[in-house]
């Protein structure tokens, strides 16, 4: 078995080499073609597809929009971002300018300054979910993984909080929000606060629902790490602390991996739906406001902010599975 | 013959089944001397491996105690090292900082930064896996990871070195290796081992003394057997040696016929280690 895998490893290490003789042979050519060509070749004939069946869909805002209106929509998006931006720029200059002009007849006076007030567009709307989702799903893993290792070193403890986790799992973000925007916007009370309050509400449901995937997988890695290496702990007397960080942590750390990227992955959909209903800025609030809009642009929009959220997933995931294999000592 | 070593008096191990409970281990004694090397062999399931977990603190007696030093034993230290069957290093951690995590946590306050490096590879040396110092145990043999466990052993300095099977996994010719190494090793530094073990021939090749245990429930001691062969041994010349064959019988007539375990083939299948070591140790010839 071991000798198995130490050659395996070998040939791993000599893998270069043997890639480059191979470039042009056609075990290679059959490799990239799994790898790039089909992939291609699926997302040309979705396209297709979508872009004949699109106009036998009519809807009160017209036909179903195809891919070129989604293409140029999303267009349309970026330019109104660089639009706004520009305007903004001019704002803040005027608003500078107009200061000074105050300030060189009064020096006493006293300023105002104003944030612009435009309304967000759909690239800022973009990054204030990135923000909240990164927000949510950071305190979800604060919160589990800690959790996770006390439950999974303590059976008695596991079996007490066991019910509760299954029970509170399969609750939908939906029906946590109303109470979570009463309990937020009873408790966070401030002159001046740090944060918006709908930016909590989201990040606490983001939270509320993201957790449970970690919460397992760690309590279920910390449960199954090797009895002898328990053993190699308690023979060197390791202190708790110790145990749980030279042990228990980076035994369970590929397994926790795995319900982290669980975890961000729901957290995502989550923050979306959220938005959505709670009327918090982000990429939520921008489809709701464009259903409601009505325009004949709005469904060309919403699409593009499907294809947006999709694609922004698909990226956090990837993310997620690269600082694994980074971290992951199996991998 | 002053006060000895390490002491097990009355060793009863008992475990609670559904069944009622079930007894083990039943008035285990013995005194082991300093630096004696020391194997348990007997067929699987006579609760060797129970009577080194109770030595090493990670069980506790059902009845009677273990002495070492004059102190009783309550609790797994680093005093009494473990060298596990499957090596048991941790797999995130290279060769050399899975010598480290034991060698920092016994000698952090003894040893200066310098001081523990050193020791550290002297032990990897010791057992000639300095090479392999940055590897990672799944990156190297199961011989080598067996090697990397004894020296993390070895770096903790116990005063007694216990070894559950330490060969078992390795195929013939890395254990014949490792043997000699091991016995290297301990003509250098003289400590005191207990090892488990199914091998007639690597029992009689190691120790000082065998102890053979009866067959369980409720094993005992069944014959105690001192070796008395010159050392170094070489296992080429010592397969003929009339003294070592007749160790070498005295431990089979032990197992093979006093001891005889009747057990049909089939319905343990799952246990195969144990089904081919009784093969091999019935055969006739040697191995050398």
């Known amino acids: ?331 | 013959m002053s006060k000895p070593h390490l002491e097990l008096t009355g060793v009863e191990m008992s475990f609670d089944t559904p069944k009622g409970s079930f007894i083990a281990l039943d008035n285990i004694n013995l005194k082991i001397k300093k630096g004696e090397f020391v194997s348990l062999i007997g067929h699987s399931g006579c609760g060797k491996s129970t009577v080194l977990n109770i030595v090493a603190g990670l069980l506790q007696a059902t009845k009677g105690g273990c002495i070492l030093d004059g102190h009783e034993i309550n609790s797994p230290g680093p005093e009494r090292a473990v060298v596990f069957q499957n090596h048991a290093l941790m797999p995130w951690l290279t060769v050399y900082e899975n010598v480290e995590l034991a060698v920092q946590q016994v000698f952090r306050k003894s040893m200066t930064k310098q001081e523990r490096q050193s020791w550290i590879h002297h032990n990897l040396e010791l057992v000639n896996m300095a090479h392999a110092a940055t590897k990672r145990p799944g990156e190297i043999s199961g011989g080598m990871a067996q090697r990397v466990g004894i020296a993390r052993a070895l770096a903790m300095k116990p005063s007694v070195l216990l070894m559950d099977e330490p060969f078992g996994a390795l195929d013939a010719l890395t254990r014949a290796h490792l043997q000699d190494s091991l016995m290297e090793i301990q003509q250098e530094l003289n400590n005191t081992v207990i090892m488990i073990t199914h091998d007639v021939d690597e029992a009689v090749l190691l120790s000082d003394r065998i102890i053979m245990m009866t067959n369980g429930p409720a094993a005992a001691v069944g014959e105690d057997l001192y070796i008395d062969l010159e050392r170094p041994r070489n296992r080429v010349t010592l397969a003929d040696d009339p003294t070592y064959v007749h160790y070498r019988q005295e431990v089979l007539k032990f197992l093979y016929e006093k001891q005889r375990k009747l057990e049909s083939i089939t319905p343990r299948r799952n246990n195969q280690t144990t089904g081919t070591n009784m093969q091999k140790d019935t055969a006739p010839a040697a191995k050398a």
């Open chain 1, 1 to 331: 078995m071991s000798t198995l895998m130490n050659t395996s490893s070998r040939i791993r290490r000599f893998g270069g080499l043997k890639a480059l003789t191979d470039r042009f042979t056609g075990m290679e050519l059959a490799r990239t073609s799994k790898e790039l060509v089909l992939p291609m070749v699926g997302i040309l004939v979705f396209l297709g597809f979508w872009h004949l069946a699109a106009p036998q869909v009519n809807t009160s805002l017209g036909s179903f929009p195809g891919p070129v209106q989604v293409w140029e929509q999303s267009g349309q998006l970026w330019q109104e971002h660089i639009n706004q931006r520009e305007r903004a720029d001019k704002f803040v200059i005027m608003q500078e300018d107009r200061n000074a002009r105050i300030l060189a007849k009064n020096p006493d006076a006293e300023v105002k300054i104003r944030s612009y007030p435009g309304a967000p567009t759909f690239v800022d709307q973009i990054v204030t979910s990135l923000i909240t989702v990164m927000a949510g799903f950071l305190l979800a893993t604060a919160i589990a993984v800690p959790l996770g290792i006390v439950l999974g070193l303590n059976r008695h403890l596991q079996a007490a909080i066991n019910p509760l986790i299954q029970i509170f799992k399969p609750v939908s973000p939906l029906a946590w929000l109303p109470l979570v925007t009463m309990v937020v916007s009873a408790t966070y009370v401030s002159e001046d606060p740090m944060f918006e309050k709908s930016f909590l509400t989201s990040m606490i449901t983001v939270t509320l629902c993201s957790l449970w995937p970690t919460l397992i997988n760690t309590g279920v890695g910390v449960a199954a790490v090797n009895p002898d290496l328990l053993n190699v702990s308690r023979v060197l007397r390791l202190s708790f602390w110790t145990h749980v960080m030279k042990v228990v942590l980076p035994s369970s750390i590929p397994i926790i991996f795995t319900g982290l990227r669980v975890s961000l992955g729901i957290a995502w959909m989550v923050l979306i739906a959220a938005e959505m209903l709670a009327q918090s800025p982000g990429l939520g609030k921008f489809v709701w406001d464009e259903f409601q809009n009505g325009s004949s642009q709005s469904l060309s929009r919403i699409m593009a902010a499907v294809l947006a959220i999709g694609f922004i997933g698909f990226v956090l995931d990837r993310i997620m599975l690269t600082l694994q294999k980074k971290i992951a000592w199996n991998e």
